[in-house]
């Protein structure tokens, strides 16, 4: 023998759906993917978007050089503000503060 089960329908965003319990998010019909991609309207903006593999490695290095220079910007900051420092107390100096 069949069991049937009943299942409480709603109508959500133009649609028949299933009632669960613990419904946080409610997933539209036509998925977000879809709208986000759509398709490009030309080729010449499909060539303007793509990059080929030199290119990206180029603009990781780019990208890499400039976080370096900026680590080595602040180091020398940090130790003008300790030479300073060793300068007016004549000695070591322990910093407590994270510059």
Avoid: C, Y
């Avoid at 409610?26 to 593999?53: G, H, I, M, W, Y």
């Avoid at 220079?69 to 300073?84: A, F, L, P, S, Y």
């Amino acid at each position: 023998m069949m069991q049937l089960r009943r299942i409480k329908l709603i109508f959500l965003n133009g649609q028949w759906m299933k009632e669960k319990k613990n419904r946080k998010h409610v997933k539209s019909p036509v998925s977000s993917n879809f709208k986000r991609r759509s398709p490009l309207k030309e080729e010449s903006d499909f060539k303007q978007f793509k990059r080929t593999a030199e290119e990206r490695k180029q603009g990781e290095k780019e990208v890499l050089r400039q976080h370096r220079e900026k680590q080595v910007e602040k180091t020398d900051v940090i130790r003008e503000k300790t030479n300073e420092m060793k300068s007016e107390h004549g000695g070591t100096v322990i910093r407590k503060e994270n510059d």
